[in-house]
């Protein structure tokens, strides 16, 4: 028989800050869950009025699909303001990106002013941009365009910029040996390296945009949120719903397409 | 200085011959040790210069001070008539045109074309997208192109991705874009080092007899010490950061170089 070995502790001995760090998690969790989260009678009451015979749900089916062709145009006119708006964030992204870069940047000053800039754009959420350019230029479409082409300027900026640094330094070393210039080498040996990165990038952007854009709408930016608000504030259920359907088509088929192209090319 | 002169008059044969590159006292720190202590040469115009020593011995710093892809810590270069620490970014990259480099690994952009990275050597005297990619190059750029690629054997491979040719054509495609640069003076660092060995005796023989062709000085960081002995006029060796030997190769003896070819701490005769 072998001398018995014996076992480790089941628990590891714990500092008095990781006790206290443990503490402080579990009561976040529970103050925010108390303060904010729904009340199981609430939620009852709810779940009853969803389902019942005239609730909510009774009320969205059938889908309304008379003003289908009416939806669709603004769906149209959502589609657009998705790809005006990637198409510009993306444009405006790439020097905002190169700014940003540590070996493309011309100072370090101006590498941490557009990184500043870049990590602003993003964090501020869309529909912030959207009431501000609402105020700029306007309600429409127009101002939808803007939110989406800073949001993006934020999201492109930020993974164009993380491409480019990682792409191999020796080409750069090579045509800077040569004695070419810094947009020679960006264009020429920076770019095709990140092609496949950028690539991703764009069609992650405009799968964003699509998602974002339909949203705009609820605010006045344009696009067929605006359709879906009304539709609800007047109780057109059925409308609502068929509303979100098509809308839900058009992410869906967005995103495939995206998810297509990305796997062709890269 | 005599001996120098010397070894570069024996190389070039009859051929007068002035120095281009001139180093004296060159001292290289990145902070810690110290990886050129004092180094002084001269190489001659149209003589090929072997450059030997062992891992750490600081050949691919010497190089990289010449083109000051890294600054020197003191100590003066002089190249093709020009004071190479005094160049302000503007005359640098002037300067800088004129010296081809091909490196240990070829450097290449990957994902465009041959004939495209090729152009790319003509970025050291054009500017603007008719040098970024071959379709965008007025038509003379693009035939001088074509002619590069066609002295290192690879016209048929011009709208190849260059990511998809062999290491050997690549490092071919590296030696056509210096070639369209139209160097005065090559600098190879170890251009045989990551291929096979058929491949990269194929390398250096296309490098030394395109130099030979065109008389370019030619500066080759050579780690095999058969490569050394035939394809170099005069061999420079480095051991701990400075410079223990310098003699014509045809009167090299190959056991006083095998000493540079071996490990760190053991190069130093």
């Given at each position: 028989m072998t001398a018995s070995i014996p076992a480790p502790p089941r628990f590891q001995h714990r500092s008095l800050t990781e006790y206290l760090g443990i503490v402080v998690v579990i009561a976040l969790v529970v103050t925010s869950i108390a303060n904010t989260a729904p009340s199981l009678d609430s939620l009852q009451r709810g779940l009853v009025r969803l389902v019942a015979p005239s609730g909510f749900l009774a009320q969205m089916?059938?889908?309304?699909?008379?003003?289908v062709d009416h939806i669709a145009w603004k769906l149209l006119e959502t589609l657009q303001m998705a790809v005006a708006g990637a198409a510009l964030g993306l444009v405006f992204a790439v020097p905002f990106a190169i700014l940003a870069t540590d070996r493309l940047s011309p100072h370090p000053v101006i590498k941490f002013a557009a990184r500043g800039l870049i990590a602003f754009f993003r964090t501020v959420p869309d529909l912030v941009w959207a009431i501000f350019f609402i105020i700029v230029v306007?309600?429409?479409?127009a101002a939808g365009v803007l939110a989406l082409m800073i949001d993006k300027i934020g999201f492109a900026g930020r993974f164009f910029a993380e491409a480019m640094e990682e792409a191999d330094t020796g080409p750069q070393d090579a045509l800077r040996a040569i004695g070419a210039s810094r947009m020679g080498i960006i264009f020429s040996a920076v770019f095709p390296a990140c092609l496949p990165s950028f690539t991703a990038t764009s069609l992650f952007a405009l799968e964003k945009s699509v998602r974002g854009s339909a949203a705009l709408g609820l605010v006045?930016?344009?696009?067929i949120g605006v359709d879906l608000k009304v539709a609800f504030d007047l109780f057109n259920y059925d409308e609502a719903l068929t509303i979100i359907l098509m809308m839900l088509i058009l992410v869906v088929a967005v995103e495939q397409g995206s998810s297509w192209i990305r796997a062709k090319l890269i | 200085m005599n001996a120098l002169q010397t070894a570069g008059t024996v190389a070039a044969g009859s051929t007068p011959v002035g120095p281009v590159l001139h180093v004296s006292d060159l001292v290289k720190s990145y902070?810690?040790?110290?990886?050129?202590?004092g180094v002084s040469f001269t190489a001659y115009a149209g003589v090929s210069l072997a450059v030997i020593g062992a891992n750490g011995s600081g050949k691919s710093t010497l190089l990289k001070c010449l083109i000051r892809l890294t600054d020197p810590t003191s100590g003066r270069i002089e190249m093709l008539g020009q004071?190479?620490?005094?160049?302000?970014a503007r005359a640098l990259r002037r300067f800088r045109s004129r010296i081809g480099v091909v490196w240990q690994k070829h450097n290449l952009v990957p994902r465009i074309s041959a004939l495209s990275n090729v152009l790319h050597g003509v970025q050291s005297r054009l500017g603007g997208p008719q040098s970024w990619w071959h379709w965008a190059a007025p038509a003379p750029v693009r035939a001088e192109a074509m002619a590069c690629l066609a002295r290192v054997g690879l016209a048929d491979k011009a709208?190849?991705?260059?990511?998809?040719?062999?290491g050997g054509q690549q490092q071919r495609v590296a030696i056509a874009r210096m070639l369209m640069q139209r160097p005065e003076i090559v600098l190879a660092d170890e251009?045989?080092?990551?291929?096979?060995p058929q491949s990269g005796e194929d390398v250096m023989r296309l490098l030394s007899d395109l130099a030979r062709q065109d008389g370019l000085t030619l500066i080759v960081i050579s780690h095999r010490l058969e490569h050394t002995l035939e394809f170099s006029d005069r061999i420079i060796g480095l051991a701990g950061g400075q410079i223990t030997l310098d003699v014509a190769t045809g009167k090299a003896d190959a056991g006083q170089l095998r000493r540079f070819f071996d490990k760190p701490g053991e190069g130093t005769p």
């Amino acid at each position: 028989m072998t001398a018995s070995i014996p076992a480790p502790p089941r628990f590891q001995h714990r500092s008095l800050t990781e006790y206290l760090g443990i503490v402080v998690v579990i009561a976040l969790v529970v103050t925010s869950i108390a303060n904010t989260a729904p009340s199981l009678d609430s939620l009852q009451r709810g779940l009853v009025r969803l389902v019942a015979p005239s609730g909510f749900l009774a009320q969205m089916f059938p889908p309304d699909l008379s003003r289908v062709d009416h939806i669709a145009w603004k769906l149209l006119e959502t589609l657009q303001m998705a790809v005006a708006g990637a198409a510009l964030g993306l444009v405006f992204a790439v020097p905002f990106a190169i700014l940003a870069t540590d070996r493309l940047s011309p100072h370090p000053v101006i590498k941490f002013a557009a990184r500043g800039l870049i990590a602003f754009f993003r964090t501020v959420p869309d529909l912030v941009w959207a009431i501000f350019f609402i105020i700029v230029v306007g309600l429409g479409p127009a101002a939808g365009v803007l939110a989406l082409m800073i949001d993006k300027i934020g999201f492109a900026g930020r993974f164009f910029a993380e491409a480019m640094e990682e792409a191999d330094t020796g080409p750069q070393d090579a045509l800077r040996a040569i004695g070419a210039s810094r947009m020679g080498i960006i264009f020429s040996a920076v770019f095709p390296a990140c092609l496949p990165s950028f690539t991703a990038t764009s069609l992650f952007a405009l799968e964003k945009s699509v998602r974002g854009s339909a949203a705009l709408g609820l605010v006045g930016a344009g696009g067929i949120g605006v359709d879906l608000k009304v539709a609800f504030d007047l109780f057109n259920y059925d409308e609502a719903l068929t509303i979100i359907l098509m809308m839900l088509i058009l992410v869906v088929a967005v995103e495939q397409g995206s998810s297509w192209i990305r796997a062709k090319l890269i | 200085m005599n001996a120098l002169q010397t070894a570069g008059t024996v190389a070039a044969g009859s051929t007068p011959v002035g120095p281009v590159l001139h180093v004296s006292d060159l001292v290289k720190s990145y902070g810690g040790p110290t990886v050129l202590k004092g180094v002084s040469f001269t190489a001659y115009a149209g003589v090929s210069l072997a450059v030997i020593g062992a891992n750490g011995s600081g050949k691919s710093t010497l190089l990289k001070c010449l083109i000051r892809l890294t600054d020197p810590t003191s100590g003066r270069i002089e190249m093709l008539g020009q004071e190479v620490g005094t160049l302000n970014a503007r005359a640098l990259r002037r300067f800088r045109s004129r010296i081809g480099v091909v490196w240990q690994k070829h450097n290449l952009v990957p994902r465009i074309s041959a004939l495209s990275n090729v152009l790319h050597g003509v970025q050291s005297r054009l500017g603007g997208p008719q040098s970024w990619w071959h379709w965008a190059a007025p038509a003379p750029v693009r035939a001088e192109a074509m002619a590069c690629l066609a002295r290192v054997g690879l016209a048929d491979k011009a709208l190849q991705r260059v990511d998809s040719l062999s290491g050997g054509q690549q490092q071919r495609v590296a030696i056509a874009r210096m070639l369209m640069q139209r160097p005065e003076i090559v600098l190879a660092d170890e251009p045989d080092a990551s291929l096979d060995p058929q491949s990269g005796e194929d390398v250096m023989r296309l490098l030394s007899d395109l130099a030979r062709q065109d008389g370019l000085t030619l500066i080759v960081i050579s780690h095999r010490l058969e490569h050394t002995l035939e394809f170099s006029d005069r061999i420079i060796g480095l051991a701990g950061g400075q410079i223990t030997l310098d003699v014509a190769t045809g009167k090299a003896d190959a056991g006083q170089l095998r000493r540079f070819f071996d490990k760190p701490g053991e190069g130093t005769p």
